[in-house]
């Protein structure tokens, strides 16, 4: 599975930015679709994740501000993020994890988002 992100960018303390992601290859495999971020000097970590049917789960920072989504017929999963903050600052991963494995084994490049005061 080949996953590409876009989207990501510069943006004030407040505002808005919407990541995309587009899988290819192998896509029947695809169960669970995610979002992860990396902070600067920091561990890579869960944002949200949304299963096969449409149920979303979130981090507890991101909740009520961020919203991911997904589209199967485009086999594309994306993530709303409003109200940022400094601390949403990272490099954005998209990921997916395959049916009867227990973790994320499909990754993106990644996608650079910076929150600026």
């Known amino acids: 599975v080949q996953l590409v992100e876009s989207g990501g960018g510069l943006v004030q303390e407040g505002g808005s930015l919407r990541l995309s992601c587009a899988a290819s290859?192998?896509?029947?495999?695809?169960?669970?679709m995610g979002w992860f971020r990396q902070p600067p000097g920091k561990q890579r970590e869960l944002v949200a994740t949304?299963?096969?049917?449409?149920?979303?789960n979130y981090v507890d920072s991101v909740k009520g501000r961020f919203t991911i989504s997904r589209d199967n017929a485009k086999n594309t999963v994306s993530l709303q993020m409003n109200s940022l903050i400094l601390e949403d600052t990272a490099v954005y991963y998209c990921?997916?994890?395959?049916?009867?494995?227990?973790?994320?084994?499909?990754w993106g490049q990644g996608t650079q988002v910076t929150v600026s005061s």
């Open positions: 990921a997916v994890r395959a049916w009867g494995s227990p973790k994320y084994e499909y």
């Open positions: 290859g192998g896509i029947f495999k695809i169960n669970f």
């Open positions: 949304i299963s096969s049917g449409g149920t979303p």
